[in-house]
T-cell receptor, first 115, second 111 residues
Framework: DTGVSQDPRHKITKRGQNVTFRCDPI?????LYWYRQTLGQGPEFLTY????????KSRLLSDRFSAERPKGSFSTLEIQRTEQGDSAMYLC?????????????FGQGTRLTVV | DAKTTQPPSMDCAEGRAANLPCNHS???????VYWYRQIHSQGPQYIIH???NNETNEMASLIITEDRKSSTLILPHATLRDTAVYYC????????????FGEGTQLTVNP
């Protein structure tokens, strides 16, 4: 297992277009998180899943944003009608909560540029 | 989660110890201190965490004051690859919950 994988690594899109990012967590990690990071700032929490259930969403996650984790494995984050303010690094992390707790492991992120 | 305060930047000479401070004066009894770092263009990486005792692992040592209002992350022999933003985070529980990142400390290790 090579860790948390995110795809694509970079995405440039025109304002108003929809984009979708994918995150593949570490195998058997039951928790998956999405964060957003803008330049010079620390990552900001967006949402997290335990298995396929979305347990918490930040106020940052406007109605243009939707995240899914249909089978409790990979997750997708979709942004509809992108705006320039959506330009950021989108980070995914996974961890295990249960018999063997682990800390959050992060992927390398997807850098979104909205032009 | 309790707020943390870190200096925005620090410099360290290669091979010397890097001591990164963090203030968390409003920490509660059930809150842990976590440290993550983020090397440029990569995702954050877990370093270490502790509740009240000092902790050491292969990456670093964590010294927490007796009143738990501050802590210091120590990289005993800093290398150029330790240049990164270091985040001190305080949160309830040992795992599973969200991480609230501040702006961190930019550590630059100089040759």
């Amino acid at each position: 297992d090579t860790g948390v994988s995110q795809d694509p690594r970079h995405k440039i899109t025109k304002r108003g277009q929809n984009v979708t990012f994918r995150c593949d967590p570490i195998s058997e990690h039951n928790r998956l998180y999405w964060y957003r990071q803008t330049l010079g700032q620390g990552p900001e929490f967006l949402t997290y899943f335990q298995n396929e259930a979305q347990l918490e969403k930040s106020r940052l996650l406007s109605d243009r944003f939707s995240a899914e984790r249909p089978k409790g494995s990979f997750s997708t984050l979709e942004i509809q009608r992108t705006e320039q303010g959506d330009s950021a690094m989108y980070l995914c992390a996974s961890s295990t909560r249960g018999r063997a707790n682990t800390e959050a492991f992060f992927g390398q992120g997807t850098r979104l540029t909205v032009v | 989660d309790a707020k943390t305060t870190q200096p925005p930047s620090m410099d360290c000479a290669e091979g010397r110890a890097a001591n990164l401070p963090c203030n968390h004066s409003t920490i509660s009894g059930n809150e842990y201190v976590y440290w993550y770092r983020q090397i440029h263009s990569q995702g954050p990486q877990y370093i270490i965490h502790g509740l009240k005792n000092n902790e050491t692992n292969e990456m670093a040592s964590l010294i927490i004051t007796e009143d738990r209002k501050s802590s210091t992350l120590i990289l005993p022999h800093a290398t150029l690859r330790d240049t990164a933003v270091y985040y001190c985070i305080v949160r309830v529980g040992t795992s599973g919950s969200r991480l609230t990142f501040g702006e961190g400390t930019q550590l630059t290790v100089n040759p």
